[in-house]
């Protein structure tokens, strides 16, 4: 959306208070598996935030979940009459109805929580979608499957080759097309080690859970959960093992004690 | 000692070293680390037509990219960073992280994909330091790389136009040199009292949009606003660039009232944020012909900021 209509939502968006029946889209998860690594992580991220923030959403599987999109990217939410994707733009339209998780920090540590956003968003995101679509193997054996599963031939395969060639030709802007798998499992190792020190041993990256605490978790916990074609990735995330607890520990908190 | 060490990279203007950012990292690191580098500018020669500057060549290998440049500065022992300790080496990659995603798309548009700009610094600086018939295709080449790189990255699909993410992408490197100030305060470099890789960094995105003579930038403007970040550049240059240079720059007098300015620097970024605001809406309102005349006229909060704007 340009500058003024986001301006423009967000003072329509102060005038209501959170309804009852905001839905979260993404595409089918469950039976017909869809869904891939980085769509599932940034999903889940969203949802962890909303749920730190204590606001109702209700998780709605469509296939073409991403064309819905008004910017092509999953997940969005449709709150009232109005349509936000990303958790960005998410977290400044809570911010607009007063729901506000870093309100606490001072501006010094809000910088340092968007600069480790970033590396999440820049480094684990962007490693997520190389491996997904960019390495033969598991492109062959398990993207391409999931991502047509809802269509018939040959739609599913020409959508798959689509995407492929949308993500290849990123890769190759952000300077990411010449690496091998191995150099982005070795970027994917920097960034946990980065994020692993900067928690240390306390329970939340800052004093109180906060977006940043979305975000990581709903990357490194995919990561954790999901099967890919090797456990390289899994192994290297594993290896620090405060960030496994911070995983548990924030789903514990927030997933198992809602589920009845 | 390590074999010797050349860096190609593009040529210097305008009071700095090299006007290229990624050349200006790498610059900027080996005189923080020490290290000696005979640069050789590819300026007139052939060499402008491949891309994947900067580029170290040292004994055999070749390294291009600055991160990768810098890691084999490092191996060769060639540290600033060694004092660093792990949380500050952690930070260090997430501000880099925040100034390729925030700052680096506004740059790019700013000097290559603004016709202003384009056509009346970067284009007439690039051709002239390309030997013909280059000069013909290597600025075009240039810009339209950073124009797919700005697309790509940024741009919502399937409608991939440069008009509707220009507002984001200035308002995201507003931002992000706003949080780059508050990072900074009013202390001479990022971490403790010598320069890191951080600082090379921020030295190498931030220079040239401040020393640059652009016609028309707000992102320059909301920069001069930015007083610790143009002092820290200019020291920086002063520092350790200024043998090159014959004509250093005056230090400013310290600033007395340091609590008062760091208030009114925050003013100033709110007002400037708003106007910047009020003027995209103008902006989008003229625009639009057709557009319905209900619940159009801004809040009242917005418009009292109006009045206060100085005009």
Request: aromatic content about 16%.
């Given at each position: 959306m340009s500058l003024a209509a986001e301006a423009f939502v967000s003072q329509m968006a102060a005038a209501e208070p959170w309804p009852e029946n905001a839905t979260l889209y993404q595409p089918l998860k469950g039976e017909e598996d869809q869904i891939l690594l980085s769509d599932s992580a940034s999903s889940l991220a969203v949802q962890t935030y909303l749920r730190m923030c204590g606001l109702p959403v209700q998780v709605v599987c469509r296939p073409n979940a991403e064309y819905m999109s008004p910017s092509g990217k999953i997940p969005f939410i449709h709150v009232g009459n109005q349509v936000v994707s990303e958790l960005g733009p998410i977290v400044q339209f809570s911010k607009a109805k007063?729901?506000?998780?870093?309100?606490?920090?001072d501006d010094v540590q809000r910088a340092e929580m968007k600069a480790y956003m970033e590396l999440v968003n820049n480094m684990l995101l962007t490693a997520e979608l190389f491996i997904q679509w960019c390495d033969e193997a598991t492109v062959s054996q398990i993207t391409r499957h999931r991502y047509g599963t809802p269509y018939s031939w040959p739609l599913n395969l020409i959508l798959a080759y689509q995407k492929q060639w949308e993500v290849r030709r990123k890769m190759n802007a952000v300077g990411w097309g010449g690496k091998t798998v191995d150099q982005v499992y070795e970027d994917v190792s920097q960034c946990c080690q980065a994020l692993s020190q900067r928690l240390?041993?306390?329970?939340?990256?800052?004093?109180i859970p906060t977006e940043l605490d979305a975000l990581v978790f709903g990357h490194l916990f995919t990561i954790l959960t999901t099967q890919l074609t090797n456990t390289e990735l899994l192994e290297r995330v594993r290896s620090y093992s405060n960030l496994l607890s911070f995983c548990r520990r924030i789903e514990q908190t927030y997933f198992e004690s809602k589920d009845s | 000692m390590a074999a010797a060490m050349e860096l190609r990279c593009w040529g210097a203007d305008w009071g700095l070293p090299s006007v290229h950012t990624d050349s200006l990292v790498v610059l900027a690191y080996s005189r923080f680390s020490g290290a000696k580098l005979t640069v050789s500018h590819i300026d007139w020669t052939w060499k402008t037509l491949t891309g994947g500057l900067p580029e170290l060549l040292c004994g055999d290998s070749i390294v291009q990219e600055p991160t990768q440049i810098l890691s084999f500065m490092r191996k060769q022992?060639?540290?600033?960073?060694?004092?660093?300790?792990a949380r500050q080496g952690a930070d260090t990659m997430a501000y880099i992280a925040l100034l390729e995603e925030k700052l680096r798309p506004a740059l790019l548009h700013t000097f290559w994909v603004d016709t202003e700009n384009y056509t009346s610094l970067t284009r007439p600086w690039f051709a002239s330091r390309s030997p013909f018939p280059l000069n013909f295709i290597v600025p075009s080449r240039l810009a339209g790389m950073a124009l797919s790189r700005i697309l790509l990255t940024k741009g919502e699909a399937p409608l991939h136009r440069i008009s509707e993410i220009e507002g984001k992408i200035y308002s995201d490197a507003k931002e992000c040199l706003n949080l780059l100030s508050y990072r900074l305060g009013t202390a001479n470099h990022f971490f403790g009292n010598s320069p890191t890789s951080l600082d090379a960094f921020v030295f190498g995105f931030v220079a040239p949009l401040h020393r640059a003579s652009l016609p028309s930038s707000h992102l320059q403007s909301h920069l001069k606003q930015l007083e610790n970040l143009t002092h820290f550049c200019d020291n920086i240059l002063e520092v350790y660039f200024s043998s090159d240079h014959p004509c250093p720059l005056p230090l400013p007098p310290p600033a007395v009232q340091e609590s008062m300015d760091a208030n009114l620097q925050k003013l100033t970024q709110l007002v400037n944020k708003e106007s910047n605001l009020i003027e995209k809406m103008d902006d989008n309102l003229r625009s639009?012909?057709?557009?319905?005349?209900?619940?159009l006229d801004p809040k009242p909060s917005l418009s009292s900021a109006n009045s206060s704007t100085p005009a």
């Open positions: 007063g729901h506000s998780l870093s309100d606490g920090l240390g041993t306390q329970p939340y990256f800052f004093k | 022992r060639f540290n600033a960073d060694y004092e660093l300790t639009s012909p057709q557009h319905k005349p209900h619940r």
